[in-house]
């Protein structure tokens, strides 16, 4: 499910940056440029935005963390495992569950 939930997220990507590419032929064509590859590095939003990106992204991550917590901590442990290719990969998973664990914590001290 998390793969096919992924594999249509890139597809879409893939989708919308065909549509900023072919957009921007089409400008660039009128100065005489040619376009031949365009990617995204970053985009500032205005702070009101960004704010939203922000809290969806933690409200995902407070979901993966969540879903985590419900599985028990073994089962959990067990299916990270299974997708960790070395121990690299190990510890940056579990770098990262505890940083989402920590902002789901502040977020649980501060609403008491």
């Known amino acids: 499910e998390v793969a096919r939930a992924a594999e249509v997220r890139a597809k879409e990507a893939a989708e919308r940056a065909q549509v900023r590419a072919g957009r921007a032929q089409e400008r660039a064509e009128d100065l005489g440029i ?48 299974l997708g960790v290719r070395n121990v690299t990969d190990l510890r940056r998973t579990l770098d990262l569950l505890e940083r989402i664990n920590n902002v789901y914590e502040a977020r649980r001290v501060r609403s008491v």
């Open 34 to 81: 040619e376009l031949i590859d365009l990617r995204l590095k970053r985009i500032n939003y205005v702070e009101e935005v960004q704010k939203d990106v922000f809290d969806r992204m933690i409200a995902e991550r407070n979901r993966i963390a969540q879903r985590f917590r419900s599985e028990g901590q073994g089962e959990a442990v067990f299916n990270l495992v």
